[in-house]
């Protein structure tokens, strides 16, 4: 008696924390009621965790208490034999009115058509079945003119956000918190219900799964994978916006390729769409954050290949899908920025960029007018008579009328017409001519308006797709070596370009408005390498703009945080001449001013300092270290650690030993006046 208690006191509190699914619990209603034009059979299908099992539970409470019999079929213990299946549901075929329920199907999902087109027909008057399965039903329930009147398939889909706040206020999770778990959770009511068993953080401490709750989450939303490569797709398809073949080919090779994509198409907690393959919300957080926590190296290699594939894909896109691309890229680093994110990923079809018509002239020149003045409109005026080609309009679907505007020029030479229209174009030309001349065959690219009236550069759509286009042009041009962009707006804008390696070089007056200038040199950072670096989760931005000269001493012409990015990418560029020779420490102490071949004797100063740390037993154990990283050059660090016979861990501490005092090192030598290195030789080992 007291063990029927219990189990109704906890159908009846299930039942009762039971948060939306309104439309699901409808069509469950209408079929215990009877109703002559109810289905026979209710099918819910939908990702581990979205909420199936409290349906199937939901269905449960409320037959018993309509008086109907409930047979309950755990699907995990079918082994997929119909006998067995014949043997536990044997009363829906003998007794009128019983409710079959069988959950957890896709462990059984060989049954389908056994179920389908034997065991159902041999029902009882009056029952009816519910399914729960991750896996969606076959064609053949729809296509059968029959079953098409008394099925039903029931897609469960996570909670909305209203939804979720109310699944957290029942667990009783203050309402402070609740935005944390809700933007983890993407409507899953398993990670919402997970994260809400969690003791409360102090106040003001940001929310972040555990190490405990991960696990839980990948073991009851991804459960058991065939194999690594399998892991390693997943780990991909957690980071990427979507993932199309030629992403994972670019990541784990053309056979996993062939085997795994086939794979992924299948599973339940991934929507195969036009794009490509997306991710359910709560798999994709719970894999990302799983395999930060688990293994950041990887977590980081993942994010550079993901990087360096989007390259590739906005390079070879067409111009019309450019934009797209780039914006998929972007995706990678939705999270870098804070709440506050500048800059979007998700694409605004509503908008058309356009290449400049000449009926937008005026309205483009209007619009300069009453943004920013009529000297910024005399200049916009100047570059629309000279370069035409560099203006793109925006304007809204289905409308002719421009509505924003932006400007990328192309300049290989300075002209004095474009020095005495435009201050701006002035300014950067001096800034060029005195820290970063043009060589044979190169040109610079300057991002010159960005003009949108009523919001003028603030983050909206428009800017966004601003922004893309920018990027678009960084990544798909050719012999571009400076880049320059525009903002007035330096206080918003500012902070996010220098993080992104692009530092204010200059502000300028026109017409009373202060236009502020931020510049790269792709010379001393490539967009591969740039495009790596910014898909590091943790990493001081190299210096693109040479640095203004210093007279407090050789080791103070570049920052120290700019310093130490420079001498670590000098290791990783070792064995590739053509990144070595962009290295920010050319323009550093370490190279002779005026030195015929700066390579060589950056070279020489690694080597000679390398050399210096092993000063004790300690210093020889990072020295060597060092070497086999990156100068042997082996082809990941735990092939390193087997090469010198220490543990992994014991491998890391000695490479971060050597980091330290290689830095120190360096910052302490003095001018280099020697005669160089010659540009073969590398550090003893």
Not at 556 to 581: N, S
Request: proline residues 8%; aromatic residues 6%.
């Amino acid at each position: 008696m007291e063990a029927a208690r219990l189990a109704g006191r906890l159908a009846a509190a299930r039942a009762g924390a039971l948060v939306g699914r309104e439309p699901e619990r409808a069509v469950l209603d209408l079929m215990l009621s009877g109703a002559a034009h109810a289905p026979l059979v209710a099918y819910l299908h939908g990702p581990g965790g979205i909420g199936k099992s409290s349906l199937v539970r939901y269905a449960a409470w409320q037959a018993e208490l309509t008086g109907r019999r409930v047979v309950h079929v755990d699907g995990r213990f079918l082994d997929a034999d119909p006998r067995r299946l014949e043997e536990v549901a044997a009363p829906a075929c003998t007794e009128p009115g019983t409710v079959l329920l069988i959950d957890t199907f896709e462990q059984c999902q060989p049954l389908e058509a056994w179920l389908r087109d034997t065991f159902l027909l041999r029902l009882a008057d009056h029952a009816i079945v519910v399914v729960a399965s991750r896996v969606a039903p076959d064609a053949e329930w729809s296509l059968d003119p029959g079953w098409a009147q008394l099925f039903t398939a029931l897609a469960v889909r996570p909670l909305d956000a209203a939804q979720s706040h109310a699944l957290l206020a029942a667990r009783g999770v203050p309402a402070e918190q609740r935005g944390a778990f809700v933007a983890f959770a993407g409507g899953s009511p398993l990670v919402l219900s997970l994260a809400a068993s969690v003791p409360a953080a102090a106040p003001g401490t940001p929310w972040y799964p555990t190490g405990d709750i991960l696990t839980t989450l990948v073991e009851r939303l991804v459960g058991d994978l065939p194999s690594a490569v399998h892991r390693r797709a997943l780990e991909v398809v957690a980071q990427a916006y979507v993932t199309r073949e030629p992403l994972l080919r670019k990541v784990l090779g053309d056979q996993d390729t062939n085997t795994v994509f086939p794979w992924l198409r299948q599973l339940p907690y991934i929507e195969a769409t036009p794009e490509g393959l997306h991710p359910h919300d709560a798999v994709r957080a719970t894999l990302e954050a799983d395999l930060r926590w688990r293994d950041p190296e990887r977590y980081d290699d993942v994010r550079l290949r993901i990087s360096l594939a989007g390259l590739h894909a906005v390079r070879s896109a067409t111009a019309d899908d450019a934009l797209l691309r780039v914006a998929e890229w972007m995706f990678l680093f939705r999270g870098q920025d804070g709440p506050d994110n500048l800059y979007n990923y998700r694409t605004h079809p509503h908008i058309e960029d356009t290449p400049l018509r000449s009926e937008d002239v005026p309205g483009v020149l209007r619009m300069a007018e009453e943004t920013e003045g009529s000297a910024s409109a005399a200049a916009v005026a100047h570059w629309l008579r000279r370069q035409p080609e560099a203006f793109r309009v925006h304007r809204y679907a289905g409308s002719s009328a421009p509505v924003s505007f932006m400007a990328i020029l192309r300049l290989d030479a300075p002209l004095p017409e474009d020095r005495a229209e435009d201050p701006v174009i002035a300014a950067v030309w001096d800034l060029v001519e005195a820290a970063a001349p043009l060589g044979p065959g190169e040109h610079l690219g300057i991002r010159r308006f960005a003009v949108q009236p009523g919001g003028h550069q603030r983050p909206s759509p428009l800017m966004e797709l601003i922004s893309r286009r920018t990027i678009a042009e960084e990544m798909r041009t050719h012999g571009r070596a400076v880049t320059f962009t525009v903002f007035e707006d330096a206080d918003r804008w500012g902070r996010y370009l220098a993080e992104a390696g692009m530092p204010e070089v200059a502000a300028v007056d026109v017409g009373g408005l202060r236009q502020h200038v931020f510049g790269r040199d792709w010379r001393r950072q490539p967009v591969e390498q740039w495009a790596q670096s910014r898909a590091r989760t943790a990493v001081t931005p190299v210096a693109t703009w040479p640095a203004p000269a210093s007279t407090s001493g050789p080791g103070d012409q570049l920052p120290r945080a700019v310093f130490e990015e420079g001498v670590l990418e000098a290791l990783c560029t070792w064995h590739t001449p053509r990144e070595f020779a962009t290295s920010v420490l050319l323009h550093s102490h370490l190279v002779t001013p005026g030195s015929p071949d700066p390579t060589s004797d950056l070279r020489g100063a690694i080597t000679t300092a390398l050399d210096a740390i092993q000063i004790d037993p300690a210093g020889v154990k990072a020295h060597e270290a060092l070497t086999a990283t990156y100068i042997t050059a082996l082809r990941t660090h735990k092939a390193a650690a087997r090469r010198l016979g220490v543990p992994y861990g014991t491998y890391r501490r000695h490479l971060a030993l050597a980091k330290e005092r290689l830095i120190e090192q360096l910052l302490s030598q003095p001018a280099t006046t020697s005669t160089p290195t010659p540009a073969h030789s590398s550090p003893k080992e």
